[in-house]
């Protein structure tokens, strides 16, 4: 009976240890596996499907900190261009045309991810950052819907 109790106890602490290994060889906090990855560096474009008044475009600054909807730092903000929100209309002959808009604008902001990446994509909340992907920023005092445009790795 003794050893009925002794086998089923070493075996519950290997299946113990083998559960521990198995997640400190996955799990993504481990120094060891965040070391390996390069941070990144992406632009996000105000989403053109929605307008962005210029006074929230002036709130976003070079040196500023973008986090996640937890409100994690993620990225520094290392560049910003503003430029009038291009709209297409139709004319009176029912031809598209491209304008500018008289007020709204589109915001380009380039930022180096704080962390290293550590899988194949660079997660952000419950998204990732991939090119393409619609994603919202959080700044200090705002918040804009995003186009990821571009993302590279960097050293």
């Known amino acids: ?43 996000f474009m105000s989403d053109p499907t929605s307008t962005l008044n210029p006074m929230v475009a002036s709130a976003i600054k070079i040196g500023g900190t973008i986090y996640d909807s937890a409100g994690r730092a993620q990225f520094t ?14 004319n009176s002959s029912g031809a598209v045309v491209e304008s500018i808009h008289p007020y709204f604008v589109t915001v380009y902001i380039t930022a180096k991810s704080v962390n290293k990446k550590y899988a194949w994509a660079y997660p952000y909340g419950t998204d990732l950052i991939l090119a393409g ?3 919202a920023i959080y700044g200090d005092n705002w918040k804009i819907w995003t186009v990821i445009t571009s993302v590279k790795d960097v050293k």
């Open 1 to 43: 009976m003794l050893k009925k109790i002794l086998i089923s106890l070493v075996l519950v602490v290997l299946l113990i240890a083998a559960v521990f290994g198995v997640y400190k060889v996955l799990n993504p906090k481990n120094p060891k596996v965040l070391s390996q990855g390069d941070y990144i560096e992406m632009t």
């Open 77 to 90: 903000i290392t560049d910003v261009k503003v430029s009038p929100m291009k709209v297409w209309n139709t």
């Open 133 to 135: 992907a619609h994603v």
